[in-house]
């Protein structure tokens, strides 16, 4: 902890205006004589001095974060939760066991608790009136507590710091204090922020009262069931307050977006490829792209051959049909696809579902032909109008004579990334190498549009990305009202229906959800299960808002956080990743490595003519699977030599556990 405590303040401030707070700069001298006094005697410069802190909301670390493109931001952390696999069969850290000790790094930087701190110290001898003390002392608390909240998921006992450290500060050297004390502090301090912040002209898409109030959200809802599940206690005053802040948040957004191009569900898709998100509903925080100064990656990553990313059937089966029930549901007559053909299996679906992973479709080539929107693509529809189904469902909308502007959101065919090429199926199930395929048959193109620029191998992307919105309250609200036993059709009319509405679902209809709602539900004594903590049975109600969650956030990097707090990372993690249902004959999906498995070896086995496409072998069946150390993170090994007070968490190196 040595190393990141002794930086100086003219260094920082003086690097707050290039770059990030990261250990890469943080041995480097001070190289110029601004004090505290004259950094912080304006409401301007304190203002400059802040800006670095949002770069929280890119930073790598935190999984939500939105740094460029998603398969190496968002996607990252549903992937390690083992909703996502790896298209190349690369398998997931967490269930072969690859996850190891850190050396250094992994998360355990205090650089930005450090830079609020050295400003909540020069404010209290600023020249700001007490207003602007005020205003800018809850914006300090708010990263501060951002950041904490981070430091607490990945390591559970941290040491608490409120104030500038110094090489000689005996505190610098101190032992992790208890998570519970830590969590306390981040709430009280919330609170105070939520309480204590201004309404001053920072500018458009920056700090304010709801952003502390999304953060107070999401903490009290990530602390309380973390305190239930890994048996800790003292957690209903963490789900009394997630209630009250989101139902607050609620009631101030009223309206959600409902996009502008007609597609069923277009409203959730939209929220990932809209060019200017301050003119959504709902968004209360958001990462803005502009072209030729702040650029993405993410469209462009979605439209070739270096999204590796995919989703597996079982988190397919997740989506409803459009009638509210599961797919196993019994008195589901929507449901066709238990003929386990891909278009049954699309069929009557979740329409976020569609704005989640490509439908399928089959097109042909045609060198007379140029639809409208594609003009420099040469295909006809094929003659099967069984092909086509889901390119009427989603449309071939925003049609132009430039399919590069703005208003063509999804539409099929697929194209790749410059618009030149069409990709003539999907699933599109021919390797590693093919743009837009998917080994699994489940394309994740929640980024892809056909408006945004997108050239090989630059980041041009300019679609804007949310980081706080209040769909996220709205499922935080539902699942505290269901953990503490307050989950009534008042509490689902106002939270899960109103995203089912959006997204042209059937209502929830709380007293329809008994034992055999759904067939499938996690009813623990899960044959995969592994690791000493129990694996509980998820109660019907409280099963079906979880399902919201996971598919309202998919892809949107909640789902390690998630899975880890409710105590259930076996149950999402230790299954085969499998994908869709392939029989070796199909005329055009059978591909030559279709990776058919036998259930009883978990090998590949050739005699089989038809079954689910096996992507990774087995983790049972390779005696790996999720181990209990992976709740907690490992302290890096440096930090215990820095630090001889530190303890290491449990089942890592250097721990006494």
């Not at 507590?145 to 110094?166: A, T």
């Not at 589901?332 to 704005?355: A, V």
């Not at 997204?503 to 000493?532: C, H, L, Y």
Request: hydrophobic residues 35%; aromatic residues 14%.
């Amino acid at each position: 902890m040595k190393k990141i405590l002794t930086l100086g303040l003219a260094s920082i401030f003086t690097v707050a205006l290039t770059t990030s707070c990261n250990d890469s700069y943080l041995d480097k001298i001070p190289t110029t004589s601004i004090t505290e006094v004259t950094a912080f005697d304006s409401y301007n410069s304190v203002k400059a001095y802040v800006w670095p802190c949002y770069e929280m909301f890119t930073n790598t670390n935190i999984g939500t974060s939105v740094n460029g493109f998603g398969m190496n931001s968002v996607y990252t952390s549903d992937w390690n939760a083992g909703y996502l696999s790896h298209k190349n069969g690369t398998t997931n850290n967490y269930a072969f066991q690859k996850q190891t000790g850190a050396s250094s790094g992994n998360g355990w930087n205090f650089a930005y608790i450090y830079r609020v701190n050295i400003m909540l110290r020069a404010l209290d001898n600023s020249k700001l009136t007490p207003a602007e003390t005020n205003h800018w002392k809850a914006v300090g608390y708010f990263f501060h507590s951002f950041w904490y909240m981070e430091l607490i998921n990945r390591f559970g006992d941290v040491p608490w710091v409120e104030k500038v450290l110094s090489d000689q500060s005996q505190e610098a050297y101190a032992p992790r204090d208890d998570r519970k004390i830590v969590a306390d502090k981040v709430l009280e301090r919330l609170l105070w922020a939520e309480n204590n912040i201004g309404k001053f002209n920072d500018g458009n898409n920056t700090i304010n009262k709801a952003c502390i109030q999304m953060a107070l959200s999401r903490f009290t809802l990530r602390e309380a069931t973390w305190r239930k599940y890994h048996n800790l206690g003292d957690y209903d005053k963490y789900f009394d307050e997630c209630i009250r802040v989101s139902k607050e948040l609620i009631d101030q957004y009223p309206t959600l977006y409902t996009g502008t191009d007609g597609q069923p569900g277009a409203g959730f898709g939209e929220m990932w490829t809209s060019e200017d998100l301050s003119k959504v509903p709902g968004i209360i925080l958001y990462k803005e792209f502009t072209k030729d100064f702040l650029t993405s990656h993410f469209n462009f990553r979605e439209k070739n051959d270096q999204m590796h990313l995919q989703l597996t059937q079982d988190m397919v089966d997740m989506y409803l049909t459009k009638n509210g029930l599961p797919i196993n549901n019994t008195q589901n007559t929507q449901y066709e696809g238990d003929s386990k053909d891909i278009y049954d299996i699309f069929r009557n679906r979740d329409p976020r579902m569609y704005h989640t992973v490509t439908p399928p479709y089959v097109v042909i080539s045609n060198a007379n032909n140029r639809p409208e929107g594609y003009p420099n693509c040469k295909w006809s529809y094929h003659a099967d109008p069984k092909y086509r189904e889901y390119m009427d469902i989603m449309g071939i909308n925003g049609t132009t004579s430039n399919p590069g502007e703005a208003g063509a959101m999804k539409r099929l065919p697929l194209t790749n990334w410059n618009g030149a090429t069409v990709i003539w199926k999907a699933p599109n199930l021919r390797g590693a190498q093919a743009p837009c395929s998917a080994s699994s048959g489940y394309y994740l193109w929640k980024n892809y549009n056909c408006w945004e620029e997108s050239n090989n191998n630059a980041a041009v992307g300019t679609a804007d990305k949310p980081i706080f919105k209040v769909e996220e309250a709205i499922l935080n609200y539902a699942e505290a009202m269901c953990e503490l036993g307050l989950f009534d059709q008042t509490a689902a009319d106002i939270s899960i229906n109103r995203l089912r509405e959006r997204a042209e679902v059937a209502q929830m209809i709380v007293s329809n959800i008994d034992a055999n709602f759904d067939p499938n539900r996690d009813k623990g004594n899960n044959a995969w299960w592994t690791g000493s903590m129990n694996d509980y049975e998820v109660e019907p109600v409280l099963w079906e808002v979880r399902r919201e969650r996971i598919i309202e956030l998919m892809g949107e990097g909640f789902g390690f956080y998630d899975v880890r707090r409710w105590g259930k990372a076996p149950y999402f993690m230790n299954r085969q990743e499998k994908g869709m249902w392939l029989k070796n004959n199909d005329p055009i999906y059978t591909t030559n490595n279709n990776g058919l498995v036998n259930l009883s070896t978990g090998l590949k086995d050739a005699s089989l003519t038809e079954g689910y496409i096996y992507v990774n072998p087995s983790p049972a069946v390779e005696g790996k699977g999720w181990l209990d150390q992976y709740y907690l993170y490992c302290i890096p090994t440096e930090e215990l030599a820095l630090n001889s007070n530190l303890e290491q968490n449990p089942g890592w190196p250097g721990s006494k556990k």
